[in-house]
């Protein structure tokens, strides 16, 4: 085999392997922040029913919070005791997060902070029903559908398996040192990542869309 096809080869591989890496790091990192939501809204709850303000119930989440939203929290306290306006810190911590779940608690935060409301707890255990129910029907259907990552998985990695069996034949193995050979082994590697990629996004679930998007009023 050419070392260019080898170069090539090795190149694609490498890309592929990065980028998969990259996505498992992220879905992780998304898996474990929204199964963290539901801890905050009753760690909110609880601080709330205790007395406490809401801009020190969100400071606390900053040591008590789930790890994946600490950091956030953590520079959300610093700013407030910097001296920064609530809505200004609140703003940027939802911009942080950017989520329709973090979108609907910190607008409900910020019109009990701005103009009251009895019905503040009520509203944050509603929402942290309504994000329980969604993980969990998300999960089961996560896992209901893990064959089309399984199918995958399996698409891309069957061709390659027969291609090590051909390669123990002489008249195959000679054949794929031609360049003809080398340059169907590349367009194979190509169309392997690019239907894998294909498959894993049709067994990605639609992420839902923020309603709340709009800047919070600093005035």
Known sequence: MQPIT???????????????????????????????????????????????????????????????????????????????????????????????????????????TKFGSKNTIKVLREISEYVSADLALRAEINTRFGWIKNSANLAALAPWLLFAILRTQENARVAYLQPTGQLLMIFGVVATLLAYLWMSKIAKLPKPKRLFTMQISTK
């Open 6 to 112: 080898l170069l090539i080869l090795f190149t694609l591989f490498t890309l592929a392997l990065y980028l998969a890496i990259i996505s498992y790091k992220a879905s992780k990192i998304r898996v474990k922040r929204a199964e963290a939501w539901p801890e905050v809204l009753d760690l909110l709850i609880s601080s709330l029913q205790s007395g406490a303000s809401i801009s020190e119930s969100l400071a606390n989440l900053a040591t008590v919070g789930p790890q994946s939203t600490r950091n956030e929290f953590d520079r959300f306290s610093k700013r407030l005791i910097a001296g920064e306006k609530f809505e200004v810190v609140l703003n940027d911590l939802k911009e942080e997060f950017a989520d329709p779940i973090t979108d609907q608690l910190f607008e409900t935060l910020y019109f009990a």
